[in-house]
């Protein structure tokens, strides 16, 4: 069985660009979820969705975040315009229970200069 | 706001030592606790988990415990191995992960 896939696994912008993550959960994972960890500190929750449908977003940042899942299958997490305290590794996870353990990706690197 | 705190950043032990690795919260209503293992450029892993009706679980040389009454569980490694060196993080049920503790075991 296939994990969860990240895509890219880097990427390096400057300020004021746009990047675009891609996050493939497990198949069957109705749970899908995003993270950032900066500078080695906290993991930290951005959004989980449920299927298609945003159930939590508390944790996004601002509206330069935008995080869709169309058709409930990848995700795709945008920056725009993204600026320098934006770096840091985003992880996608993904669970078939809310609150059981999670599947996580390897990580997109972002690094905005 | 850190609901999940994990004070120490690292951590050294000894190849066959115990590893105890602690996490605190501040939340009384999280009933669920993760502890997941992170090795350098991958994504975390599921490594063991504790419910509040319990006070201890115990997976092979893992073994987590919870003090409900102190807000504070750990995460015993008994015998510790070199490949158990890794990040670990605590993480409450709501998807809150503390920062992380860096595990060194040597050799």
């Known amino acids: 069985e296939a994990g969860v896939t990240q895509f890219p696994s880097h990427s390096v912008i400057e300020k004021g660009q746009t990047v675009t993550l891609r996050c493939d959960p497990i198949s069957g994972h109705d749970n899908l979820y995003w993270y950032r960890r900066v500078m080695g500190k906290e993991i930290k929750f951005l959004l989980h969705f449920v299927k298609e449908s945003k159930q939590d977003e508390s944790g996004m940042p601002n509206n330069r975040f935008l995080a869709e899942r169309t058709g409930g299958t990848y995700s795709t997490l945008k920056v725009q315009p993204a600026e320098l305290e934006d770096s840091g590794v985003y992880f996608c996870a993904s669970s078939q229970v809310l609150g059981n353990e999670q599947f996580f990706g390897p990580g997109t690197r972002l690094t905005v200069l | 706001d850190q609901q999940v705190k994990q004070n120490s950043p690292s951590l050294s032990v000894q190849e066959g030592r115990i590893s105890i690795l602690n996490c605190d919260y501040t939340n009384s209503m999280f009933d669920y606790f993760l502890w997941y293992k992170k090795y350098p450029a991958e994504g975390p892993t599921f490594l063991i988990s504790?419910?509040?009706?319990?006070d201890k679980n115990e997976d092979g040389r893992f073994t987590v415990f919870l003090n409900k009454s102190a807000k504070h569980l750990s995460l015993h490694i008994v015998p510790s191995q070199p490949g158990d060196s890794a990040v670990y993080f605590c993480?409450?049920?709501?998807?809150?992960f503390g920062a992380g503790t860096r595990l060194t075991v040597k050799p």
């Open positions: 504790i419910s509040s009706i319990k």
């Open positions: 993480a409450a049920h709501d998807m809150r």
